[in-house]
């Protein structure tokens, strides 16, 4: 039977990312059969990952978006088989409370949500399952307008009856932001943080990773940098990186984390 999820707060860890989508911006189509998102979520799991989020539904730029119904369609065959084989702790990167709480019924620990705001339905399945909740923010602003709206939805879910040990805060790299945005989010990581909450980053081959080294790269060229932005954000005090390259993550993240002791 899966325990109540709790976010860590005191340390740093990765989250490595399964899509099974014909068209997220990096790997989509990569992993849509079964048998392929199955073997790449062991490889994630052996990688080094504390956490598998796996997406049905892609958010990139200009995306179209898809129904519960075919989001389900995607996801649970996966999640049933690899409830039995994954040990760390699935995500769920779904906005739909229907498509989470048949996520959760299945053994999955989190949602990670990209809606932009506490929904009440979704807080009700989350305080049902007692699982984790990643709230995102969507939309453009400033690290200080960011952290606001943030703050407001952490108040939102508590007074839902989340516990706050189940909430996690994503300032949202790359989502409705502009690039010089998301540059000053990553660079105001420290300033983001929330009283005895968890902070997830996710710049793993974003454009602000393009933007930043100077524009031409493709996103599965963008490795070193995905690192060094991520190894900033850690410096910053983020306790979750979202990223692709998951045994680069592990390893960028333990030598930081042991430089600094």
């Not at 109540?4 to 990312?17: A, D, L």
């Not at 959760?104 to 009440?120: K, P, Q």
């Given at each position: 039977?899966?325990?109540?999820?709790?976010?860590?707060?005191?340390?740093?860890?990765?989250?490595?990312?399964?899509?099974?989508?014909?068209?997220?911006?990096?790997?989509?189509?990569?992993?849509?059969?079964?048998?392929?998102?199955?073997?790449?979520?062991?490889?994630?799991?052996?990688?080094?990952?504390?956490?598998?989020?796996?997406?049905?539904?892609?958010?990139?730029?200009?995306?179209?978006?898809?129904?519960?119904?075919?989001?389900?369609?995607?996801?649970?065959?996966?999640?049933?088989?690899?409830?039995?084989?994954?040990?760390?702790?699935?995500?769920?990167?779904?906005?739909?409370?229907?498509?989470?709480?048949?996520?959760?019924?299945?053994?999955?620990?989190?949602?990670?949500?990209?809606?932009?705001?506490?929904?009440?339905?979704?807080?009700?399945?989350?305080?049902?399952?007692?699982?984790?909740?990643?709230?995102?923010?969507?939309?453009?602003?400033?690290?200080?307008?960011?952290?606001?709206?943030l703050a407001s939805m952490v108040s939102e879910a508590l007074a839902a009856g989340l516990r706050r040990e189940r909430l996690c805060v994503d300032p949202g790299i790359g989502f409705g932001k502009s690039r010089g945005e998301d540059l000053a989010l990553l660079r105001g990581v420290t300033r983001?943080?929330?009283?005895?909450?968890?902070?997830?980053?996710?710049?793993?081959?974003?454009?602000?990773?393009?933007?930043?080294?100077?524009?031409?790269?493709?996103?599965?060229?963008?490795?070193?940098?995905?690192?060094?932005?991520?190894?900033?954000?850690?410096?910053?005090?983020?306790?979750?990186?979202?990223?692709?390259?998951?045994?680069?993550?592990?390893?960028?993240?333990?030598?930081?984390?042991?430089?600094?002791?």
């Amino acid at each position: 039977m899966r325990l109540p999820y709790s976010f860590p707060i005191n340390t740093t860890q990765i989250m490595g990312i399964l899509n099974l989508t014909p068209d997220s911006f990096s790997d989509g189509g990569d992993y849509m059969n079964p048998g392929a998102a199955l073997r790449r979520a062991l490889e994630i799991q052996a990688e080094g990952a504390d956490i598998l989020d796996v997406g049905a539904q892609s958010t990139r730029p200009r995306h179209v978006r898809i129904s519960a119904e075919e989001e389900m369609r995607r996801l649970l065959p996966v999640l049933e088989a690899l409830r039995s084989v994954i040990c760390v702790p699935i995500s769920i990167d779904t906005f739909y409370p229907e498509v989470a709480k048949a996520a959760l019924e299945r053994g999955a620990a989190i949602i990670n949500d990209v809606s932009g705001r506490a929904d009440a339905e979704m807080a009700k399945v989350i305080r049902m399952h007692d699982a984790g909740w990643i709230l995102t923010h969507n939309g453009p602003g400033s690290p200080e307008k960011v952290k606001a709206a943030l703050a407001s939805m952490v108040s939102e879910a508590l007074a839902a009856g989340l516990r706050r040990e189940r909430l996690c805060v994503d300032p949202g790299i790359g989502f409705g932001k502009s690039r010089g945005e998301d540059l000053a989010l990553l660079r105001g990581v420290t300033r983001l943080r929330l009283e005895g909450l968890a902070l997830l980053i996710g710049a793993s081959r974003k454009r602000v990773v393009d933007f930043a080294a100077g524009g031409g790269t493709a996103p599965g060229e963008r490795l070193a940098g995905t690192i060094a932005a991520h190894t900033a954000a850690q410096l910053g005090g983020a306790n979750i990186l979202r990223a692709h390259d998951v045994k680069e993550a592990v390893q960028a993240m333990r030598v930081t984390h042991n430089i600094l002791g």
